[in-house]
């Protein structure tokens, strides 16, 4: 599951309109690498300068991700380091995962294929993809990546991804109505922050207006309270999942939630998700003053005047000086285990990952943000104040539990209707915690498909 908003939508800014390609699946050949115990191939190291001289590797791009801009960027890196071309092809998102895990298992798959970090372990699972553990020294480069992009390509120990870029929330307020509380900084503390809307709560005492809006469905933004406070979603040990939310770290962050949304939040949103009703439009209409969302570009799709009344930061942590942890959505660049281009892929990897290329194109020309926290620490300063809460929440992310049945409590919404069930009270967190544990070590437990 993806967050499909760049830095530069969450800041408002426009972007160029991507160019779709063509999409014919096809890859050449050049020579191949060991496969491992697991079925995946192992590529012994990155191509070296003039090893692809006269080849051609082809790489699956999603529509509307990264620019043609973007693209080009990587493929000059990699096309300098190795002396080979690039072939790419825009992927729709229509059937994507279907077409993929075909892709895969046919005996010209293309090379490289970008996938949503959360959807690595589904292929990863059927041996579909190149294990790039050994390689990993070599991509990181001293780089530190962001959890939340490289936790989810790591299954069993094993990396099946290098990160290409995230998206992922922050908090977004109303100055103006802020001001009138007499409110003029951001708030960096959890109690300046509930101090904060403890006043604004006064100000502004109609039933149908919320300090801060946030719908009991809204799992994404509940997790980072479990996160927070140290619980996880599930944990793993012996090969054996097992959900985790019943532990005390996780009830405390639960408990922590329910107290924030019922005191902040309307009643009429305890059991609802963002778009019905669209949390942008009741920000947008003055119907509440503070939301958590990836983007400000949606709240100005519906008043393009509120353009510089909107303020964001980072959500506060409940520990001094810190901020919440967050779920990015993005991607990570993988390599087909059947791909005959093993040691190139994995140069075009190094391209994408490159400190250069991820300042200068994933942040520079796409504005999302980049996999290393390096990376962040050096273009923060050259964003939009509006942006730069986004990049900071980035550093502190957590991983969804790398295994493929956690797609399917993603699908099944059952994650969604264990946060609803707690904020309207139908369950205690300690019951609603009982239910959803059970599922999760069912589910994450399951055969892969």
Known sequence: MRIRISAAQAAGTVLVPLLALGATACSSSASGSGTSSTGGAQPAAVAGPGSGTGK???????????STEAQKAIDDKFTA??????????????????????????????DVIEIGNT???????????????????????????L??????????????????????????????????????????????????????????????FSAFYFPGRYW??????????????????????????ESPQAQQGLAAWKSFVGKYSSTASQDVDTTAPDFNTLFAQGKTATILNSTINRVLKVDPSLQNDIGTFPFPSATDGKTQPVFLGGSDLAIAAKSKNQALALAYLKAATDPSVQASAIVGIDHWIPA???????????????SKAFFTAAKTSVATPA???????????????????????????????????????????APAQ
């Open 56 to 66: 051609t590797l082809t790489v699956w791009y999603m529509d509307g991700d990264l």
């Open 81 to 110: 380091a190795t002396g080979a071309q690039v072939k790419v092809e825009i992927q729709q998102w229509d059937g994507i995962n279907t077409k993929i895990a075909t892709a895969l298992a046919q005996d010209n798959p293309p």
């Open 119 to 145: 959807d690595v372990p589904l292929f990863a699972a059927s041996s579909g993809l190149t294990d790039i553990t050994s390689a990993l020294p070599q991509l990181q480069n001293g780089q530190h990546w």
């Open 147 to 208: 959890p939340g992009l490289e936790g989810p390509a790591t299954v069993d120990g094993k990396s099946y991804g290098a990160p290409l870029f995230a998206g992922n929330r922050a908090v977004i307020y109303n100055k103006k109505i802020w001001a009138a509380a007499g409110i003029t900084t951001a708030p960096t503390t959890f109690t300046q922050l509930t101090s904060d809307l403890d006043a604004i709560k006064a100000k502004n005492p109609a039933p149908d």
């Open 220 to 245: 994404y933004g509940a997790l980072q309270f479990v996160w927070d406070a140290g619980g996880q979603l599930a944990t793993e040990s012996g090969g054996k999942w097992s959900g985790a939310l």
């Open 372 to 386: 290393s926290t390096e990376v962040i620490d050096q273009t923060i300063n050259t964003l939009p104040d509006t």
């Open 403 to 445: 295994v493929a049945g956690w797609a399917t409590v993603e699908s099944d919404k059952s994650i969604n209707d264990f946060f609803a069930d707690i904020a309207t009270g139908r369950k205690s967190p300690a019951d609603a915690a009982k239910t959803l544990d059970a599922h999760l070590s069912q589910a994450l437990n």
